[in-house]
């Protein structure tokens, strides 16, 4: 695993806070697992693997992305 395959987010909202504490652990680094060709991007937690969700760049309301 290199680090192409991870993203590091940032919260947008207070949804978003709450899953970076409550979810992953305040860790902001998350898995690729998958990008679509539409652009959506689905992640898992780099510390609780078993927390996935979407990301719908550029615009998302919840979550801004930073590619490592």
């Known amino acids: 695993m290199?680090?192409?395959?991870?993203v590091k987010v940032v919260p947008q909202s207070e949804a978003a806070k709450q899953k970076l504490a409550w979810y992953m652990n305040n860790n902001p680094y998350a898995r690729i697992?998958?990008?679509r060709e539409d652009g959506r991007?689905?992640?898992?937690?780099?510390?609780?693997?078993d927390?996935?969700?979407w990301v719908d760049p550029p615009d998302d309301q919840h979550w801004r992305i930073l590619e490592l």
């Not at 290199?2 to 991870?6: A, E, H, I, P």
């Open 41 to 49: 991007i689905f992640l898992s937690s780099q510390s609780q693997p």
């Open 51 to 53: 927390f996935w969700f």
């Open 33 to 35: 697992e998958n990008k």
């Open 2 to 6: 290199s680090l192409k395959d991870f």
